[in-house]
């Protein structure tokens, strides 16, 4: 699969997919004895979907890490399940700042204007395709839920005038506002596109705004990242799953998020997967662990000085 600047995709098929993966990842967590975090919209959202093999996952019947390890990707619930963990850490800091304008950009199955509990007078926007903003909100509001929050869904293609659209939608550029970027800037987009991403975020953001994100590729150029992408495909197809996560991302060298805030004005600190698992109360990644995706991807919070 090659990616194009004007492909299309749901959540069943091409990056959409790798949402409703992830989804399914928090869905298998908030089943553990003691959940690191708790998601009770993950698994509704991914039954909806009706990927065979991530609605196993989610319902208890299928063990991601089990698959991961295979692919090499192992520990892949735990994963997901610390990254959510600190984007949600960084909301609560971000609100307990007096922060009340939330941007989560590209938010896929991301339930958390209706899993978190959000300060009086928060808005929160979300961003992404018509089709997946329709297909989340309709499903929620077919179980009953309802946000806990000022809720402004943003439909709207990154590749478009997102900025516009979500100013039309009552986005106030003079408050500072907490931005999401999750999963996003991890090779699903073209350098320049990330680019234009963080410099419309920019633009879009007064002081004391606060930005988080992860950042990196999950597979580069050398021919082991290459092996591994191919390892993974073949092993998704063995489990009936026909998703080349490597195929889905964009060559060349990606962004370093955190520097390129930092030239714009930000202040900006850097984690790793090592330091997620361990704010999360997880046990320690092992050297074996971190070859691949969770060796390549850091993870960033900033703040506009």
Known sequence: ??????????????????????????????????????????EPLVRAVGLDLFTRVAAGDADLDEIGSGLGFPRMVDTFAARALFFDRFFADATAAGLRQVVIVA????????RLSWPVGTTVYEIDQPEVIEFKTATLAKLGVVPTVEHRPVGIDLRDDWPAALQRAGFDTTQPTAWLAEGVLIGFLPPEAEVRLLDDVNALSSV??????????????????????????????????????????????????????????????????????????????????????????????????
């Not at 090659?2 to 298998?28: E, F, I, K, N």
């Not at 938010?107 to 209706?114: M, N």
């Open 1 to 42: 699969m090659v990616r194009a600047d004007d492909d299309t995709w749901d959540l069943a098929g091409s990056v959409g997919a790798t949402a409703t993966m992830v989804a399914a990842a928090r869905a298998a967590a908030t089943r553990r004895a003691s959940p690191v975090i708790t998601d009770p919209f993950a």
């Open 107 to 114: 938010s896929g199955l991301d339930a958390r204007p209706y």
């Open 208 to 305: 004391g705004s606060r930005l988080a994100a992860d950042h990196g590729t999950i597979y580069g150029s050398a021919e082991e990242s290459q092996q591994l992408g191919q390892q993974m495909t073949e092993g998704w197809r063995a489990h009936g799953l026909d998703m080349d996560i490597a195929g889905l991302i964009y060559p060349g060298q990606h962004t370093d998020v955190a520097a390129h805030l930092r030239a714009h004005g930000w202040s900006a600190a850097t984690s790793e997967h090592r330091e997620l698992f361990a704010a999360a109360g997880l046990s320690e990644l092992v050297a074996a662990d971190l070859h691949g995706p969770a060796g390549t991807i850091s993870f960033v919070t900033a703040i506009r000085t």
